[in-house]
T-cell receptor, first 111, second 113 residues
Framework: GQQLNQSPQSMFIQEGEDVSMNCTSS?????WLWYKQDPGEGPVLLIA?????ELTSNGRLTAQFGITRKDSFLNISASIPSDVGIYFC???????????FGTGTRLQVFP | SQTIHQWPATLVQPVGSPLSLECTVE??????LYWYRQAAGRGLQLLFY??????ISSEVPQNLSASRPQDRQFILSSKKLLLSDSGFYLC????????????FGDGTRLSIL
């Protein structure tokens, strides 16, 4: 079945640094979603992308829908301690009502 | 605006006992509803989804069942819990149709003893 692979699996960075993570698929997606999950809580939608090449920002977060439609990238600028959590990419296979979630990138930020 | 509520937040149950987790959505009609399970430090596994009252699709064979008795109510159940049913259970909703983002509740932490 379809899979979404995220890299890196985990990141340990210092406060103020920029962060980049990506998500790749074995097949084409028409929508890419990025979520953040804090410990013990449900994932929260950060950014939704609907068009190949689209670049969308939400505060210090910027995400891009890859031209090939098989990948997406999330960047966080000037990280702060509250950026700590697990970041998931997700997308709907073959225009269905369901989502496939990536394996997640765990982010740790040290002061 | 739409809100989603899950309860209880945490639950400790003995092996072999029944289970009922409830999820309700407010502020929209005829949402798609989803149940996921998340093992510790892992990704989300879709268990069930529903596009309408009484319509349930099961994604993986398992010890659990789901029901949608009302438009905005989604229930996850089991008649006899197994140790392997432990995990973090998440309910989500979306607008109907393809390519819609899902919005999650705060989850239920289920521990089986």
């Amino acid at each position: 079945g379809q899979q979404l692979n995220q890299s890196p699996q985990s990141m340990f960075i210092q406060e103020g640094e920029d962060v980049s993570m990506n998500c790749t698929s074995s097949s084409i997606f028409n929508t890419w979603l990025w979520y953040k999950q804090d410990p013990g809580e449900g994932p929260v939608l950060l950014i939704a992308l609907y068009k190949a090449g689209e670049l969308t920002s939400n505060g210090r977060l910027t995400a891009q829908f890859g031209i090939t439609r098989k990948d997406s990238f999330l960047n966080i600028s000037a990280s702060i301690p509250s950026d700590v959590g697990i970041y998931f990419c997700a997308g709907p296979p073959a225009n269905t009502d369901k989502l496939i979630f990536g394996t997640g990138t765990r982010l740790q930020v040290f002061p | 605006s739409q809100t989603i509520h899950q309860w209880p937040a945490t639950l400790v149950q003995p092996v072999g006992s029944p289970l009922s987790l409830e999820c309700t959505v407010e502020g929209t009609s005829n949402p798609n509803l989803y149940w996921y399970r998340q093992a510790a430090g892992r990704g989300l596994q879709l268990l069930f989804y529903s596009v309408g009252i009484g319509q349930i699709s099961s994604e993986v064979p398992q010890n659990l069942s789901a029901s949608r008795p009302q438009d905005r109510q989604f229930i996850l159940s089991s008649k006899k819990l197994l140790l392997s049913d432990s995990g973090f259970y998440l309910c989500a909703w979306s607008f109907g149709g393809a390519n819609q983002p899902q919005h999650f509740g705060d989850g239920t932490r289920l521990s089986i003893l």
